[in-house]
Structures are given as C-alpha cells and as structure tokens.
C-alpha cells in the first residue's frame, strides 16, 4: 500500500506539473527563430527558457512551475549545476576543466611554490590546505562521470606541491574518514558544512609542530540552528512546490568562539597565525576560522575573501600593511581544488 501511494504521488505531481506547464506555455511568446537551433546541445531550451522567462506575465510563478517540472520529471537543474541522487546537488565546474586547464593547473603549481619561497626566506612557514570538490568526496551521488583529468588533478596537485618540499594538507583525508559519521558538505551548496569544516581543521591541528605557536584559551560554543538554504538552489527554482516536490529544507548549526588573548600592558597581542582563503574561510557560516583556533589554540587573522578564488587574497595580504607591519609566524592557505586549473589572470 505504501509503494501504491508512493507512486500515486509521483504520478499525481508529474500531472500537476505538465498541466501547469501546459497553462504556461499558452501563455507566452512563441520563440523568435535563431538559426540553427539543436535540442542535443541544449541552443533550444535555453532559448526557451529566456522567453518563458521574459514574456510571461506570471513570470516567477512560470519559472518556478518550469524549475519544478524540470527537477521532478526531467530530473534536471538549470545550468551551473546538476543533480544528483538523494537530494545532493552539485556545481558544474567541478565535473569539466575550461579550456586550458593542464596549463592552468601549472601556473597554479608556480604560484603556490612562488608564494611559500617568497615566506620561506623570511622563516614565515606556509601550510596549503587543499579543499577536494564536493563531487570528489561524494562521487557516489553524481549521475555523470568527471573526466580523466578532472578526477587525477587532487593527486597531481599534491604530488607536485610535495615535491616542491611543500608540507601541504590534503583535507581530503579527514573529510572522506568522517563523511559517515554527517554530511560534511551541504547538500544544496557548494561549500563544506560546518561539521566538515571542524573535521578539517581539527585534523590541521593534528599536523601543526607542537611548540611553534604560543597557546591561548579559546572556547567555541554551538548556538543553536537555523534554517538554511544553499547557493546551488537558485538553479533549482522550485518555488511553491518545493514543500512537495523538493529540494528538502535544510538547516544548519551554528557557533560562537571566544579568544582570551595574553594583551600586554603596552598594546594588543601579536597574532602569529593567518588564514587565507575563499568562501569556504570567509563566511561565517562554515565557522572555519573559529575551529581552527579551537583546534590549534590560538588566535588567527582571517584575511580570506568571498568570490575572489585562492590567489588574489594571497597576493592582497602580501601586499597589505598587516603583512609588512607585523608579520606572522604560520599563514594555513586554504585552496579548493577546483581553482587550481581556472585562469589565474581572471
């Protein structure tokens, strides 16, 4: 009986959706002729989409009717992202390299080494964190396969950093031990979750030389949870049905960390450790920064950057005063794998 309304449902949602797909379409603009036009490779629906999404006076109630429809029956996302099995999504930059991607990786291999001799010479050490994708860690979810280069381009990032004499972290390793235990990236979003963030940063203390940093006390509290909604979801515009239909709600916990720094009678504590880094360090809802204080007991100068990739906010910092005034002892670089074979000059 179960299975039957299981499936009622199913049946029942699929015509709903092609009836008010149905209505939407009567209600629009036939598409203008753009040539040659190929259903295969996709020139017909996005056309599609742009006039159902311009010309239709119902405009949000028709893009969400078509969002829904394409992820329940065509079991598909716009483009940027894909879907995946049991409610993941994934971005579609971490399943195929853009044009140029073996020289890009190069470039980016020259940068990191660049960096970590420029700091080596003034006995600052570097410690790079590399973020595998999502689509890495949980492979088993994708419903395409990655290319060839995409999926060996973790092992030769880390490979050719250690040959370099780079002591580089691979956050691969606690991520796939602890991904049983609770999703350690969010399902809707391209970042990790704050559980994998913790796993990555406690096991970044694992691998700290003791003694090399002068402890404080720090104490990192949960706050409670909220409702959250990924970034993927906006290729995913399910709208009023999504309670029926999905993608799931969501939500996330989050926290608070306290640092008693030793302050002097003559100023503030010096901070001898920095982070650097992209979303995955600088929003707060990962609370990267606050677990690896926890993890390292220590205050950290979080100088990472949203939107900007790995490489520019390296570059902002060593140009920036905090840098040249008071220089610290460790900077952790955290790199997603995924940028590693982008243009640098973007």
Known sequence: MERFNDKFQQAFCGAFLIGLTTLGILSHERPKSQGNMSILKGNLQSTYEDTFSSSNPLRKASIDIWGAFKYKVLDQASNGALVGKDDWLFTTEELTGETGHIANLEASIKEIVKVHDALHVRNIALVPVIIPDKARVYKENLKQNRSADISNRYGVLLSKLRENEIATISALVPLQRDKPIADVFMRHDTHWSPFGAK???????????????????????SIGSEPFDGDLLKYVPTGALRPYIGPDERTIERFETTVQNNVSLFGDAAIDVVLIGTSFSAKSNWHFDGFLKQALSVDILNMSQEGKGPFVPMRDYLKSNPFKNTPPKLIIWEIPERYTTQDLSK
Do not use: D, F, K, R
Request: aromatic share 4%; hydrophobic share 40%.
């Open 199 to 221: 796993s990555v940063a406690e096991y970044i203390g694992q691998s700290i030389v003791p003694g090399l940093l002068e402890s404080v006390q720090v104490q990192t509290n």
